[in-house]
C-alpha cells in the first residue's frame, strides 16, 4: 500500500538516446542520477520502500565548465553535494529506524544495537568509495541548502587518509631503510603513491568488516549490476540483474586507485619546480605537503578525464586489463546483493528513468511502498 496513491503518473515521452545513469550505494539504499532526474530508494526495517525522486535542472556546459579538465572538477563537486544529500536522507531514515527499535527494546528490558563511532566515521566516506565520479552533470535545487558538513567531512578524512598519511609513511620508510630521497624526488613520489595504495586497501578491508559497511558495500554491488542491465538494454527484473557482475568501469573506487597512480607523476613532475623550505627535513615535509594541496583538483581533473577514456575504450578486448587494478579494489567495496536489495537498486533506477522521461511532471513528495511489488503496480515505474 502506498501513502500517496497518485492514480495519474505523467506519460513517458520517447526520446532517441537511452538516458547515461550513475548511482551510489546508501544507507539501506541506492541514489541514481540521470540528466534530468534523481532518485534515492531507501529499504526501512518495516520492508517498506521509500522513494525520493526530484526533477533535476539540466544547465548548459559553457566556458570553463565545458572544458577538459575544469569540467572534471565541477562534476566531481557536484557529484559529492548530491551524494552527500542522498547520504544525509538514507541516515536520517536509519537513525528513525534505530530510535524506533531502542524504544521497543527498552521496552522489554534490552539495551538496544547502535553503530559504533568507527562506522559513523566510515560512512562518512563512503560517498568517495561509491559514488559513479563521472555522473551527469546536474543541480539539484536542495543540494544548494544545508549539509555542508557532509560534504565537507569526507573531503577533509579523505585528505588525511589520503594524502598525509601516506607521505608519513613514505617519510618513515625513507628514514627506516636509509633511502636518502629527497622529498620532491621521483622516487619519494613513488614510495609515497605505493603507501597510498597500501594504505587504501588496507582501510577498505577494515571497515568492511563491520556490518553497517558491508551492507552498504553490497547495495554498491546492486547498483552496479541494475546499471549494467540497464546499459544492456535488457528488462530491468531482479533474475536479470543477478546474472552481472558487481564491477564496474565507472565507479568511486577505481577513480580513488587510479588518483593514487596518477598523483605520483603529477607530484613528480612537479617537485622538480618547487622551491626546497628551509628548517630540516619536518619543515620540508610539511611544506611540500602544504604546497601538493592545492594541485590535487588538478590530479582529480587528470584522472576524471583518463577514467572517461578508459570507460569507453577499454571495457573489452585486451585493454580490458588497464581497469583490472580498480576492479581488485573494488571486490572489496562491493559484495554481492540479495535479491531485496536488488530490488531497491532496480526500484531507483526505474523511478529515475521514470522522471526523466516524465520531463513536465511536477516534484512529488516522498512515497512509501509496502514492498517492491507494489513500486511495480505503480503505471510509470512499472514501464521503466
Not at 603513491?193 to 578491508?205: N, R, S
Request: one cysteine or more; hydrophobic letters at 45%; glycine letters at 8%.
Amino acid at each position: 500500500m502506498t501513502q500517496s496513491s497518485q492514480s495519474e503518473r505523467a506519460p513517458k515521452t520517447p526520446t532517441a538516446p537511452r538516458a547515461y545513469v550513475g548511482g551510489q550505494a546508501v544507507i539501506e539504499g541506492v541514489m541514481m542520477r540521470s540528466p534530468g532526474s534523481l532518485s534515492v530508494v531507501c529499504r526501512r526495517k518495516s520492508g517498506e520502500l521509500v522513494v525520493r525522486e526530484r526533477p533535476m535542472a539540466r544547465p548548459t556546459a559553457r566556458g570553463l565548465t565545458s572544458w577538459p579538465l575544469f569540467r572534471g572538477v565541477a562534476t566531481l563537486v557536484e557529484s559529492l553535494k548530491l551524494g552527500s544529500q542522498a547520504l544525509r536522507w538514507s541516515a536520517e531514515l536509519y537513525e528513525q529506524d534505530l530510535e524506533a527499535e531502542e524504544a521497543a527494546e527498552k521496552a522489554k528490558g534490552l539495551g538496544a544495537k547502535k553503530p559504533g563511532v568507527m562506522s559513523v566515521l566510515a560512512l562518512s566516506t563512503v560517498a568517495l568509495l561509491t559514488q559513479d565520479p563521472d555522473a551527469p552533470p546536474a543541480q539539484l535545487e536542495e543540494a544548494k541548502k544545508s549539509g555542508g558538513s557532509l560534504t565537507w567531512l569526507p573531503l577533509l578524512f579523505a585528505i588525511f587518509l589520503f594524502v598525509a598519511l601516506p607521505q608519513a609513511g613514505a617519510e618513515g620508510l625513507n628514514r627506516v631503510f636509509k633511502l636518502g630521497l629527497e622529498v620532491t624526488s621521483p622516487g619519494y613520489q613513488a614510495l609515497t603513491g605505493t603507501a597510498k595504495l597500501v594504505i587504501v586497501v588496507g582501510y577498505l578491508l577494515a571497515i568492511r568488516q563491520m556490518a553497517d559497511i558491508r551492507r552498504v558495500f553490497q547495495y554498491h554491488g546492486a547498483e552496479h549490476k541494475s546499471i549494467s542491465t540497464y546499459e544492456a538494454e535488457e528488462a530491468l527484473t531482479v533474475d536479470n540483474a543477478r546474472t552481472k557482475t558487481t564491477m564496474h568501469p565507472r565507479c568511486g573506487t577505481t577513480f580513488l586507485v587510479m588518483v593514487a597512480m596518477v598523483s605520483i607523476l603529477v607530484f613528480s613532475v612537479m617537485g622538480a619546480f618547487l622551491p626546497h623550505m628551509p628548517g630540516g627535513r619536518l619543515a620540508e615535509s610539511v611544506g611540500f605537503f602544504l604546497m601538493k594541496l592545492p594541485f590535487l583538483p588538478l590530479v582529480a581533473a587528470i584522472t576524471y578525464e583518463i577514467q572517461r577514456v578508459f570507460a569507453r575504450y577499454c571495457t573489452t578486448g585486451p585493454l580490458r586489463l588497464v581497469l583490472y587494478p580498480g576492479f581488485l579494489v573494488q571486490k572489496i567495496t562491493t559484495a554481492e546483493p540479495d535479491d531485496a536489495q536488488l530490488e531497491v537498486a532496480l526500484g531507483s533506477l526505474r523511478a529515475a528513468l521514470w522522471r526523466e522521461a516524465a520531463t513536465e511532471a511536477p516534484a512529488t513528495p516522498d512515497r512509501t511502498f509496502a514492498g517492491y511489488a507494489e513500486l511495480l503496480e505503480d503505471p510509470g515505474y512499472a514501464e521503466a
